[in-house]
T-cell receptor, first 113, second 110 residues
């Protein structure tokens, strides 16, 4: 079965640079979620989109922004990167109005040097 | 206090053992409950949803007690491949965020 696709899988950036992470949800899933997992921590919710509209917002820094496009893929844009932004970034998708279950992509490992 | 609390473990058990994980949540309005499994540096994978009536999937049994705000996962006949971190996860409502516990590490040894 098709899964959530994330790209790139690994990304190395320097402080103050920008990064763009992409997420392609499971086909027919209309809701996308972004989570950040720091070393030794549990995943923390950043933001979600349903039908291209922001549906919920968590602890996402103002330096980050995200959107969902007409084909339901989503991008997380991160600017003025800081060392503390180094983490695994997971995208998850679900089929709203059908189930609350979320399925996660393999993640993007971001390292800020 | 975290919204979802779990015993961090680690639980070190021999193959074939039965092991139980417990979890409590603080938001009584929470609507959906899950157990996810996470292997080192990999994505969380949905193990099972947890229903009020309790549910079973092969060697795995999950229970929910809404009155006590308590969730459990029982693994019978542990396999080496069960070694992972088990995350108790709660949806506080709607088609929105999941709230994760810190996870319980399980190590199954021969």
């Amino acid at each position: 079965a098709a899964g959530v696709i994330q790209s790139p899988r690994h990304l190395i950036k320097e402080k103050r640079e920008t990064a763009t992470l992409k997420c392609y949800p499971i086909p027919r899933h209309d809701t996308v979620y972004w989570y950040q997992q720091g070393p030794g921590q549990d995943p923390q919710f950043l933001i979600s989109f349903y039908e291209k509209m922001q549906s919920d917002k968590g602890s996402i820094p103002d330096r980050f922004s995200a959107q969902q496009f007409s084909d339901y893929h989503s991008e997380l844009n991160m600017s003025s990167l800081e060392l503390g932004d180094s983490a695994l970034y997971f995208c998850a998708s679900s089929q709203a109005r059908q189930t609350y279950e979320q399925y996660f992509g393999p993640g993007t490992r971001l390292t800020v040097t | 206090r975290k919204e979802v609390e779990q015993d961090p473990g680690p639980f070190n058990v021999p193959e074939g053992a039965t092991v139980a994980f417990n979890c409590t949540y603080s938001n009584s309005a929470s609507q959906s409950f899950f157990w996810y499994r996470q292997d080192c540096r990999k994505e969380p994978k949905l193990l099972m949803s947890v229903y009020s009536s309790g549910n079973e999937d092969g060697r795995f049994t999950a229970q929910l007690n809404r009155a006590s705000q308590y969730i459990s996962l029982l693994i019978r006949d542990s396999k080496l491949s069960d070694s992972a971190t088990y995350l108790c996860v709660v949806n506080p409502g709607g088609y929105n965020k999941l709230i994760f516990g810190a996870g319980t590490r399980l190590a199954v040894h021969p």
